[in-house]
C-alpha cells in the first residue's frame, strides 16, 4: 500500500501529461501532489522522511524553474539530480559513522552481517546511479512524450526490481536458521 502512496506523484504526473499533452499542466500537478505527500505524512507521523523530503525538495526548485521559465529541461533533469543525490547519500554514508544508510533503514528489522549490509547499500548506489543515467540518456536522446513513458516505466520497473534483488540478498545472507523460519 505505501508503495502505491509514494508512486502517487509521478503516476499523476503521466495521467495528466497524457490527458492534456502539456508538461507544465503535469509539473503543476506534480508539485501539488509531492506537496500533499509531504504534508500528509508529517499530519500521520509527525516527520517526513528524508528521501521524500529530498524529491520534494528538487521537485518544487526543478518545477518551479520549469513553470517559470517555461523550459521543460528543468523538470526532465529532476529524477537525474535526485538519483544522483542518493546515489551520493548511500556511497557517503558507507564512510560516514558506523552503518550504512541501508542497514540504518532496515536494520531494525533485520539482522545482516556488515559485509552483507556494505554490498547491498553498493547495490542501492549503482541503482540510483545508473536510473539518473538513463534518465539524461533518454531526455537527450528521445521525444518528450517518450521521456514521460519511460519516467513511469523506470521508476515502477526499477523500484520494484530493486526490492526483489533487496530481498533476494537479505533472505541469502540471513543465518540458516532464520532462512528456514522465512
Known amino acids: ?18 490527458a492534456y499533452g502539456s508538461i507544465y499542466l503535469a509539473t503543476a500537478a506534480l ?13 500521520r507521523h509527525r516527520k517526513v522522511s528524508k528521501m521524500l523530503l529530498i524529491s520534494s525538495i528538487v521537485v518544487l526548485l526543478f518545477g518551479s524553474a520549469t513553470l ?9 533533469w529532476k529524477p537525474t539530480i535526485a538519483n544522483w543525490l542518493f546515489a551520493l547519500a548511500f556511497g557517503a554514508s558507507r564512510y560516514i559513522g558506523d552503518k550504512t544508510l541501508i542497514h540504518r533503514m532496515l536494520g531494525e528489522a533485520i539482522d545482516l552481517p556488515l559485509t552483507a549490509w556494505r554490498q ?7 541503482n540510483f546511479a ?5 534518465n539524461i540518456y533518454v531526455v537527450y536522446n528521445y521525444s518528450e512524450e517518450t521521456w514521460v513513458r519511460f519516467k513511469l ?3 515502477i520497473v526499477f523500484t520494484l526490481l ?21
Open 1 to 18: 500500500m505505501q508503495l502505491l502512496v509514494d508512486l502517487f506523484p509521478i503516476v499523476l504526473f503521466f495521467v495528466v501529461y497524457t
Open 162 to 182: 530493486s526490492m526483489i534483488i533487496t530481498a533476494f540478498w537479505i533472505w541469502k545472507h540471513l543465518p540458516k536458521e532464520q532462512q528456514n523460519e522465512s
Open 130 to 134: 545508473l536510473l539518473g543515467a538513463a
Open 68 to 76: 517559470i521559465l517555461r523550459e521543460p529541461i528543468f523538470i526532465q
Open 120 to 126: 547491498l547499500n553498493w547495490m542501492w548506489v549503482a
Open 31 to 43: 508539485m501539488g501532489a509531492m506537496a500533499l505527500q509531504v504534508g500528509l505524512q508529517w499530519i
Open 153 to 155: 516505466a523506470s521508476i
